[in-house]
């Protein structure tokens, strides 16, 4: 069990921002690590990297460029091609390094991503190859936070491309917050001969763990269970709402599992469960947050869930209601490696978007918490909550399209 922050969800920071510190640190004790970036290294919020570097340009500069000089290691080019080429050859070289991109403009590479794959999977029978430094694609500005470019930037297909490779070579990382976006990267620029996706926003997130917390689920099978304290205020109470301390223990067996990879998709699976268990006080519920995946499994390539430690985590019989940052079908066969797939309950991103509110984003793939709500009270087949929560999805989306914000936060 990972016990969250003392004030989970309370304060909210960029993950972006603390991977730009932690790339500023990283560069400085590898001086030899460069940054492959579609001209976005600033849009993505990875510009504290500005403070210890710049721009690679050789050629005259304006006033009012941003830092640049010949000697610079960030490598800005509008071409995802030839900047995963270029990384490529460094990484060959034996030397570190990572691209950035938008979520949806990474699948332009997927072929180049597949080669390199190739070439890292013949390697391992070649003698004299060494264990090449990992590629880390940093992935941001995701299919559900595109409030101003809408639909053409919303695709997170290549998490599923590599998920479904048999040479168990990939790895995807779904920090929750900020914390655990830094403990994802000190994973992934740890490893060798792996390509590492890994999946963050820039927009502030709320912050659910401490570091340790968040470190220990990228090395310990990927996944945990987060208690937070019955007094946590995740939504506002109902007046008539019973105490919920009956249902709050992850000790107890549960009736429902609620689960997420990835932070968006996490807290809205969390103020789902605030709701539930103000809603149903006499139910318990838990939550089990996953950090990485990899081929058939939850967890990394070198320490995957277990059967035993799955069941530990998710009941052997229990309903499990998951919330996917990517398509759901990619999430339930993983799940479905593990548990019956008459237990599982996925949502996620259904390639329905627009230039639209957040939440309402979430709402039109099925991802909010009312959605996630509903299938516990059809399960329960309790008519008066699927009534509340289908009324609340209304209410949102015809405030969000009448006054261009969300009425829910």
Known sequence: MITSNPHPGRDSFSPARRLGDFLVAYLRRHPDFYLFSPDETTSNKLDALYDVTARAWDLPRAPFDLPEAGSGHII?????????????????????????????????????????????QQSQSVSWRPA??????????????QDHNGFTHQSPALISTLLALPSNLTNCLFPIDDLAAE???????????????????????PRWLTSPAADAQFFHGGASIVDFAPADQLITPSPAAKPASS????????????TAAGDIVSTEALR???????DLPDK???????????YNAIGTTDRKLTPAEFRRLFTSDRPIIANFHGYPATLAHILSQYADPRRLHVHGFEDQGST???????SLNHASRYHLALDVARLEHRQDLIQKYQHAITSNRAYAHQHGIDKTN
């Open 247 to 258: 249902n709050t223990s992850p000790s107890h067996h549960p009736d429902y599992i609620l």
């Open 76 to 120: 800005e080019m509008l071409s995802e091609n030839t900047l995963f080429a270029c990384m490529t050859g460094h990484l060959i070289s034996g030397s570190p390094a990572a691209m950035t991109s938008y979520e949806a403009f990474f699948s332009i590479i997927t072929s180049q991503i597949l080669q390199h794959l190739k070439f890292l």
């Open 183 to 205: 403990a994802a990267a000190i994973y992934a620029f740890n490893s060798r001969h792996r390509v590492n996706l890994i999946t963050f926003n820039k927009t502030d997130q």
């Open 132 to 145: 090449y430094p990992s590629a880390n694609l940093l992935s941001t500005s995701t299919c559900w936070r």
């Open 356 to 362: 639209t509110t957040p939440f309402e984003m979430l």
């Open 284 to 294: 318990r519920f838990r939550f089990v947050n996953i950090a990485a995946l990899s």
């Open 272 to 278: 789902a469960l605030a709701i539930l268990r103000r």
